[in-house]
């Protein structure tokens, strides 16, 4: 299995709802290919966060830069508002 193949099935890997026999192909690959290992991780931590439903509180210093490059955009796009 490509990189390309896995990626193209991921959701359904991740759901749980990929063949069984699929499912052994993308564990052989993932084995191998620390790249995707590293995208179904995310894809899983993502996702079991979003199940949790708790809000997860932001470092002050993430969330001021982020509201502030959230302003530039903003004032980019939209220059007389």
Request: glycine share 4%; with cysteine.
């Amino acid at each position: 299995m490509k990189c390309e193949e896995l990626l193209a099935m991921l959701n359904e890997y991740v759901d749980g709802t990929v063949d069984p026999a699929i499912c052994e192909e993308f564990e052989r690959h993932m084995a191998g290919c620390n790249p995707c290992q590293v995208v179904v991780d995310n894809i899983r931590q993502t996702i079991t966060l979003y199940r949790d439903g708790r809000p997860h509180a932001l470092p002050m210093q993430f969330r001021e830069k982020m509201h502030a490059d959230l302003r530039k955009k903003w004032k980019e796009k939209f220059p007389a508002q």
